[in-house]
């Protein structure tokens, strides 16, 4: 492993609008997301971490390093799992149905996660994550912080960072929530799960 480099997007820069402006994805892809791989590549020199994968780092690091290694994973994975806005977008197969088993509905579930990534004190975000058992449960992780710190494995977030959303909805970071339904592709979550 050599340094880690600024994921591509799979997408054009403009393909998540209105849901996403390219303004934002150019700031926060081509600014902040750069920044964090840059700092983490500084950090790593004469590190006894330099050479680990990213995931490893997120597990033993501390500091600064645990910070940019985190908010390089939590963005990957957030920038990863977008496409194009559809009307009606929902899972299905066997996520849609893990869905209902452990939220009661897809609209229970998109409720109550809302509900989090909206009352998230400051920055940080908000994961559908499953357990070792396959059970869904829903965090908020503070800063960089990852559900796989808790033992968890990560299937989809929400960025309530400010700069994820403020040029496009200012402070109303629950109209933003609601509005990234449009833009999730759920193979991409179901490939996770």
């Given amino acids: 492993m050599g340094k880690f480099e600024l994921m591509g997007l799979p997408y054009a820069i403009d393909a998540l609008e209105p849901v996403i402006s390219k303004e934002t994805i150019g700031f926060h892809h081509g600014k902040h997301l750069a920044g964090y791989v840059n700092n983490l590549n500084g950090l790593l020199e004469g590190s006894p971490l330099a050479g680990l994968p990213l995931e490893e780092i997120v597990l033993k ?40 088993r452990d939220f009661g509905s ?35 992780e503070p800063n960089a912080a990852n559900p796989i710190q808790k033992g968890l494995r990560p299937l989809l977030t929400f960025d309530v960072w400010e700069h994820a959303y403020y040029l496009d909805y200012q402070n109303r970071r629950p109209d933003h929530l609601a509005a990234l339904w449009q833009i999730v592709d759920w193979k991409v979550v179901e490939g996770r799960f």
């Fill in 61 to 100: 690091a501390e500091g600064g390093m645990l910070n940019n290694a985190g908010q390089i994973l939590n963005h990957n994975l957030y920038f990863g799992q977008f496409c194009a806005p559809k009307a009606d977008n929902a899972p299905m197969g066997k996520l849609a149905d893990a869905i209902a």
């Fill in 106 to 140: 897809f609209e229970a579930f998109k409720e109550e996660f809302q509900k989090k990534g909206a009352t998230l004190f400051g920055s940080g975000w908000v994961w559908l994550s499953a357990d070792k058992d396959g059970k869904l449960v829903i965090t908020q």
